[in-house]
């Protein structure tokens, strides 16, 4: 009967390591803020529907997750080093390019926008901007033809930074900048926490980039992590569809 025991015991530990020699790993999911996609509340707790969806996509597949918040310049340098697993945002931001792999589905996307006040007439581009100030998001980078805008002289732009989408929307609407850049979402979502979401603030889109699920090279589980979401994802997508079919 001891002997029976033992061999039991010694079962039980063989069973146990091989259990967790095949336990999948946690993922660091990073992210900065940019509302109602990824952000973090009130309380401290990583909200948003990209950062739903991360979460939903990885669970089902096994995986623990742990979410990090950064300024952007940190979440792109610890992408790169590794410490970061996943970000799900946009595509083709040239510091990254040489140090992650990108999904080729697409999540969803976003749009950069010129907004001007409501009594101005819009501007025609780049010409207009000769000689104005425009308000830019501390932590967001843009794209061409943005940013080679904002570094020509012979157009002399003068940028002026604050944090907070909130503060963006009040300098526009008291003509402390020409005029403001930003993407949608985080504006739409702003102006509701305004109180001010029917205030039409006309803009004009200058570009919509995609996202998708951005995985760090630097990751000991890159190649399978891509293949394991993007599988994840098709079947939550089929799920959707047939839910909103019935």
């Not at 259990?19 to 990073?30: D, E, F, M």
């Not at 997750?65 to 300024?71: D, I």
């Not at 889109?205 to 293949?227: C, D, G």
């Amino acid at each position: 009967m001891q002997y029976l025991r033992i061999a039991l015991r010694v079962i039980g530990l063989l069973a146990a390591v091989t259990l967790n020699a095949h336990a999948k790993p946690t993922i660091t999911v990073g992210y900065y803020e940019f509302p109602p996609i990824s952000y973090t509340d009130d309380t401290g707790t990583a909200k948003g529907s990209a950062l739903n969806l991360s979460h939903t996509l990885l669970t089902s597949q096994g995986y623990d997750v742990v979410f990090k918040g950064l300024p952007s310049a940190r979440l792109y340098a610890q992408l790169i080093s590794g410490e970061i697993d996943l970000w799900l945002g946009s595509t083709d931001k040239p510091d990254l390019k040489d140090h992650v792999i990108e999904s080729s589905k697409r999540i969803s996307e976003v749009t950069l926008a010129l907004y001007y006040h409501p009594s101005d007439p819009p501007p025609q581009l780049p010409n207009d901007l000769h000689n104005k100030s425009i308000i830019t998001i501390t932590g967001y980078s843009y794209w061409p033809p943005v940013t080679d805008w904002l570094a020509d002289p012979a157009l002399h732009i003068q940028a002026i930074r604050t944090s907070k989408h909130t503060s963006g929307i009040a300098m526009l609407l008291r003509k402390r900048g020409d005029y403001l850049l930003n993407y949608l979402q985080p504006m739409e979502d702003s102006k509701q926490q305004l109180g001010i979401a029917e205030l039409k603030l006309p803009y004009l889109a200058i570009r919509t980039v995609p996202l998708t699920f951005i995985i760090s090279k630097k990751s000991a589980y890159s190649k399978h992590l891509l293949e394991e979401l993007e599988s994840a994802y098709e079947g939550h997508q089929a799920a959707r569809l047939s839910q909103h079919n019935r």
